[in-house]
């Protein structure tokens, strides 16, 4: 099967390697002569490590590069079997060009969006046969992030859903499937690890080391939320927080934070810009958390118990199974364990009254137990 690739960018040209690797022949489009020739540079250079690594032969490289073409006209995805579009997250935009898009594939073309928080639905709403159009999610870096979110939307047909998956399975990537809402499982899960970690410095209660070393050393996590939003940059973090708060109709759990929004007027976006939460300029200073276990407990935990929230509420309102959940949170963002099997060994009445006491504290709807739980917890019911 020929694949098609719109757009590019790191997230593009990661997809066409991927899919490349799996033995395809590719055709990345995008309307800039530059971003093609900077793409096309990027890859040679990859390629060139991954053989100095001993991970390619000479042939196998070049082989994977020579089924990639870089072309400038969607007239070219004719006869791909499948084409993904990973450009600006506009929808208008995004609109505009499945519309084009089915102008120019054969009608059994799957037409597949790389989104990460807008609605496939609205998406596919400008096709003619909607029922072809999927999100197909691949975490940045594509080539080396395992987790791929399979999203139908309610045009999808089933065929479309399977085939789909049934091919990212075979590029050897891990799937996950999850229900076309905001933030998907990945991106709506993983948004209490940044927004309780501001607010706990927000408070007070600890600064960014402390709180970095907390979820690092005590909670085993491979990056604290003050690095990762650096590493990620602030702006991206504020703009899908503030998207994911929007689309939640202003749910306070997805409430974004004062502090980050500051960080990115003041463009202290993270790593990119030298300065973050963190300064990355050259004499800099590294800050010295404060190693105080009892307090590093107590941030890891308040982190935690959010997230098995999310989690739960997820698997509550049927986003994806428990099983998906934990895989998209263990391989999507490197977690130390699944969520809701987290949440299995710290007990689930642990977790209730927790979260309680929480609500108890603060009167927020921030803090309100997931019903799931409310409800395992009376029966006495375990995830696994």
């Known amino acids: 099967m020929k694949i098609g690739v719109l757009g590019a960018g790191s997230m593009g040209s990661g997809i066409a390697q991927v899919a490349s690797t799996a033995g395809h022949e590719v055709t990345i489009v995008d309307a800039k002569e530059a971003a093609l020739e900077n793409a096309k540079s990027k890859l040679a250079k990859v390629m060139a490590r991954l053989v100095e690594k001993g991970k390619y032969t000479l042939e196998d490289a070049e082989a994977i590069q020579n089924r990639i073409s870089y072309e400038t006209d969607i007239q070219a995805f004719e006869g791909c079997g499948m084409v993904i579009e990973a450009i600006i997250e506009n929808l208008d935009i995004k609109k505009t060009v499945f519309k084009n898009l089915e102008e120019v594939t054969a009608k059994d073309c799957i037409l597949a969006t790389n989104t990460s928080s807008l609605s496939v639905a609205a998406i596919a709403s400008a096709c003619k046969l909607p029922e072809r159009v999927i999100g197909i999610h691949f975490f940045n870096p594509a080539p080396l992030m395992p987790l791929v979110e399979i999203v139908p939307c309610i045009q999808t047909s089933d065929a479309v859903t399977k085939s789909s998956r049934d091919l990212i399975d075979s590029w050897k990537k891990v799937t996950v499937l999850a229900k076309d809402t905001p933030g998907f499982i990945v991106n709506r899960v ?195």
């Open 190 to 384: 993983a948004r209490p690890f940044y927004g309780e970690a501001l607010r706990i410095y927000e408070e007070g209660i600890a600064d960014f080391a402390t709180i970095d070393w907390a979820m690092t050393e005590i909670g085993g996590f491979r990056m604290g939320p003050f690095t990762l939003m650096d590493f990620i940059g602030n702006d991206i973090n504020y703009t899908v927080t503030e998207t994911v708060f929007e689309a939640f109709y202003y749910d306070p759990r997805y409430k974004p934070s004062f502090t980050q929004r500051r960080h990115a007027e003041a463009g202290w976006l993270g790593r990119k810009s030298g300065r973050g939460y963190y300064d990355y300029s050259e004499n800099a200073k590294k800050p010295i958390p404060v190693k105080d276990d009892k307090i590093g407990r107590e941030i890891m935990l308040r982190i935690v118990m959010m997230l098995i929230n999310e989690a739960a509420d997820a698997l509550f309102l049927n986003i994806a199974s428990k099983e998906d959940i934990d895989l998209a949170m263990t391989k999507g963002v490197n977690y130390p364990k699944g969520l809701l099997k987290w949440a299995d060994e710290l007990g689930i009445n642990h977790v209730v009254h927790y979260l309680d006491n929480m609500y108890d504290e603060y009167h927020e709807d921030r803090y309100r137990c997931s019903p799931l739980l409310r409800r395992m917890h009376k029966d006495g019911q375990t995830f696994y």
